[in-house]
């Protein structure tokens, strides 16, 4: 379209649409280079759509499952990672790590099926677990060890993996058609993205455990 064909008034952002109960807290906005509703998430957090937005976050050491029903495009993204201080074991071991990984995949799994979703349906793409932390260089490895042996465990469809690495990446995802974005931040402008994350690992340390969450 030629410059003298374009509308002349500015782009203005639209106004998301209702997030699902839970959601109301997760930073939503309007996306103008894919002129799409867009909800960003942080490190503990998750978000599941029913409306075709997108959902994106930045990774260093840890990991993001995106999970989908792929035949009605209902899913969602989460951000964990593993408290340091105790070894991942397998998922369902009665280790705090584990526990804390199970109920980070749990929760975002039956979110999906609760809003009408269907297990046999379900796909998963896996991002993350960079090398990225100084001092803590196994952190990644778990995180990536930890993912791949729930999903084997519980039996669900890999779709797409992009893991490891020294780079931290960016994820967008798009749940209605399942398509992913990633880009690999081989620069930084600054320290966010570690800061982050080290807060993030010490605040695990310091909390309770998380109840069990089963999958229905």
């Given at each position: ?71 009605l495009g209902i899913g969602g993204m989460n951000h964990f990672m593993l408290p340091h ?83 931290p990446r960016k994820v967008i995802y798009f749940p209605d058609s399942g398509r992913v ?36």
């Amino acid at each position: 379209m030629s410059q003298s064909a374009r509308s002349p008034f500015p782009t203005v952002d639209k106004p998301s649409p209702m997030a699902l109960p839970g959601y109301e807290h997760i930073n939503r906005y309007w996306d103008r280079m894919h002129e799409c509703h867009a909800a960003k998430i942080l490190p503990g957090e998750y978000y599941v759509t029913l409306c075709g937005e997108m959902i994106t976050t930045v990774l260093g050491s840890c990991v993001s499952a995106c999970v989908r029903d792929r035949k009605l495009g209902i899913g969602g993204m989460n951000h964990f990672m593993l408290p340091h201080s105790d070894r991942y074991g397998t998922w369902n071991s009665g280790s705090s790590a584990a526990r804390y990984g199970g109920y980070a995949m749990e929760t975002l799994i039956n979110d999906v099926l609760k809003n009408g979703g269907r297990r046999e349906n379900l796909e998963v793409k896996i991002f993350g677990g960079g090398q990225v932390l100084a001092n803590m260089t196994d952190i990644g490895a778990r995180n990536i060890s930890f993912v791949k042996d729930y999903i084997r465990v519980e039996n669900l469809q890999l779709m797409a993996e992009d893991l490891g690495g020294t780079y931290p990446r960016k994820v967008i995802y798009f749940p209605d058609s399942g398509r992913v974005r990633v880009k690999t931040l081989r620069t930084l402008h600054n320290d966010t993205i570690i800061r982050r994350e080290s807060s993030y690992l010490v605040s695990l340390t310091e909390q309770p455990v998380q109840g069990a969450v089963e999958l229905f």
